[in-house]
């Protein structure tokens, strides 16, 4: 039998993530040849990937992160099964990795494909699907791209958020991070009036309206009131219109007017967990 030293095994452990158990066991299996080791230790993650195909993958973590200039930024949720595992250091590194790769991706499955190291980012979550024995996955990817992105990643990384702006002004960095937080705490369906959904509108006004109706508003009235309605609807689930969490006077748009007055968000995204 080969003798295994714990060096070779500690350069496997780094090299993949794995116990040092596992690591040992695959390269007496290998008889000591580490890339036949590394395989070893894939398959057994594919094995474990399979068998765990069904499971749920409901915890893990929301990541956002921007490029040097801030002008590409992503979000990412890395799923996994407990939140034992979501909130190990070792599985937050793994996501800011695969977020930092995402910044040359446009979609999921280009971040699935590209490459991790000497293999795929796809391999990697099944490599370490056997490594951790829980099914991991990435759960939602968004990329948006303009002048300036701010990020913010909530406290125990649930939530994350991305939001893009059309200039970068005085003390951006400032609104990137306060109106970021805003789309992570208040969760706006749109960013003003104009982008909300036609279904979501017409929806609403027929809620008002039964409501209306149940308490015994005229007909020919209800029109009138729920538009009224319609306009609440919009300042507390538009961004541009919400009241700023840090100052409830104060709407999102005029605390950005306080940066420079043309200063505006073009877009803005959030990821979760759940």
């Given at each position: 039998m080969v003798k295994i030293t714990a060096s070779e095994v500690n350069k496997l452990r780094?090299?993949?993530?794995?116990?040092?158990?596992d690591c040992?066991?695959?390269?007496?299996?290998?008889?000591g040849d580490f890339n036949s080791a590394i395989e070893i230790l894939r398959k057994k993650g594919q094995k474990v990937a399979a068998k765990r195909a069904d499971r749920e993958s409901s915890e893990g973590v929301a990541i956002a992160i921007?490029?040097?200039?801030?002008?590409?930024?992503?979000?990412?949720v890395l799923?996994?099964?407990?939140?034992?595992?979501?909130?190990?250091?070792?599985?937050i590194d793994l996501a800011h990795k695969i977020a930092k790769l995402g910044?040359?991706?446009?979609?999921?499955?280009?971040?699935?494909g590209s490459s991790f190291g000497d293999i795929t980012v796809e391999e990697k979550l099944v490599e370490q699907t056997g490594v951790i024995g829980e099914k991991i996955q990435i759960n939602d990817f968004v990329?948006?791209?303009?002048?300036?992105?701010?990020?913010?990643?909530?406290a125990g990384n649930k939530i994350s958020s991305l939001v893009g702006f059309s200039k970068k002004s005085n003390n951006i960095e400032v609104a990137g991070k306060d109106i970021a937080m805003q789309v992570a705490a208040m969760n706006p369906i749109a960013l003003d009036e104009n982008n909300v959904d036609a279904k979501i509108?017409?929806?609403e006004i027929e809620i008002s309206k039964d409501q209306l109706r149940a308490e015994g508003k005229p007909e020919d009235m209800l029109d009138k009131i729920a538009q009224g309605k319609l306009k609440r609807f919009f300042k507390d689930n538009t961004l541009v219109h919400q009241s700023f969490i840090k100052?409830?006077?104060?709407?999102?748009?005029?605390y950005l007017s306080s940066f420079e007055s043309d200063l505006k968000i073009t877009s803005f995204k959030r990821v979760s967990i759940g």
């Open positions: 780094k090299s993949t993530g794995a116990g040092m158990m040992k066991n695959a390269l007496v299996e290998a008889n921007s490029n040097e200039d801030s002008s590409t930024g992503v979000g990412i799923a996994c099964e407990t939140d034992f595992v979501g909130k190990n250091a070792d599985f910044l040359n991706c446009n979609s999921k499955e280009e971040l699935l990329r948006i791209d303009s002048s300036y992105i701010g990020t913010y990643i909530h509108i017409e929806k100052d409830n006077k104060l709407s999102v748009s005029q």
